[in-house]
Antibody, heavy 120, light 110 residues
Framework: QLQLQESGPGLVKPSETLSLTCSVSGGSISTSSYSWGWIRQPPGKGLEWIGTMYYSGNTYYNPSLESRVTISVDTSKNQFSLKVSSVTAADTAVFYC????????????WGQGTLVTVSS | QSVLTQPPSVSAAPGQKVTISCSGSSSNIGNHYVSWYQQLPGTAPKLLIYESNKRPSGIPDRFSGSKSGTSATLGITGLQTGDEADYYCGTWDTSLRAGVFGGGTKLTVL
């Protein structure tokens, strides 16, 4: 059974860079059938798609976040990561990592989520 | 504003049926599969429907999905109190080259 687990600081200062890692177990990240993505959910609000990356390197980002977001994959560790630069309080959210099916366009496995608060 | 439009809330009595709509455009729903997610309070979203009308293993057949043109619908029959949750539709948007979600619909089972 595939499992995803987010990790990273729960508190980030304004203007700094938010960094999260998603560890994948029970399956390989090196597959062309799926990509690996991030979704966030501000407190009390809906889901926002951040971006996704195939292990081959193809990456797709939400246009509204693209200038500040980087997703990378480390196949040797079976992990993928998210960086969001120049954060503000508006970036406070629960961040989820998930697997995205290329053919189905569905997020079929999700991590439990991790709350990141942007505050000084 | 979300790219996909859902009603903010729906409600129905236990045992009844409810439908949740998701409206988009030709750049998203009109040309791509739709997925639906259930988010119980305090938990991560869970995939309910993929490829517009297929259920993952373990999802009861009380949940169904359909798509027509640029709209999609999630149906839930035999409502249970445990179905109270937020429901989101999602798909790919060709113009944005990104995934998109609806704003979410809160289901209340009265």
């Amino acid at each position: 059974q595939l499992q995803l687990q987010e990790s990273g600081p729960g508190l980030v200062k304004p203007s700094e860079t938010l960094s999260l890692t998603c560890s994948v177990s029970g399956g390989s990240i090196s597959t062309s059938s799926y990509s690996w993505g991030w979704i966030r959910q501000p407190p009390g609000k809906g889901l926002e798609w951040i971006g996704t990356m195939y292990y081959s390197g193809n990456t797709y980002y939400n246009p509204s976040l693209e200038s500040r977001v980087t997703i990378s994959v480390d196949t040797s560790k079976n992990q993928f990561s998210l960086k969001v630069s120049s954060v503000t309080a508006a970036d406070t959210a629960v961040f989820y990592c998930a697997r995205w099916g290329r053919a189905s366009a569905a997020l079929d496995y999700w991590g439990q989520g991790t709350l990141v608060t942007v505050s000084s | 504003q979300s790219v996909l439009t859902q009603p903010p809330s729906v409600s129905a009595a236990p045992g009844q049926k409810v439908t949740i709509s998701c409206s988009g455009s030709s750049s998203n729903i009109g040309n791509h599969y739709v997925s639906w997610y259930q988010q119980l309070p305090g938990t991560a979203p869970k995939l309910l429907i993929y490829e517009s009308n297929k259920r993952p293993s373990g999802i009861p057949d009380r949940f169904s999905g359909s798509k027509s043109g640029t709209s999609a619908t999630l149906g839930i029959t035999g409502l249970q109190t445990g179905d109270e949750a937020d429901y989101y539709c999602g798909t790919w948007d060709t113009s944005l080259r990104a995934g998109v979600f609806g704003g979410g619909t809160k289901l209340t089972v009265l």
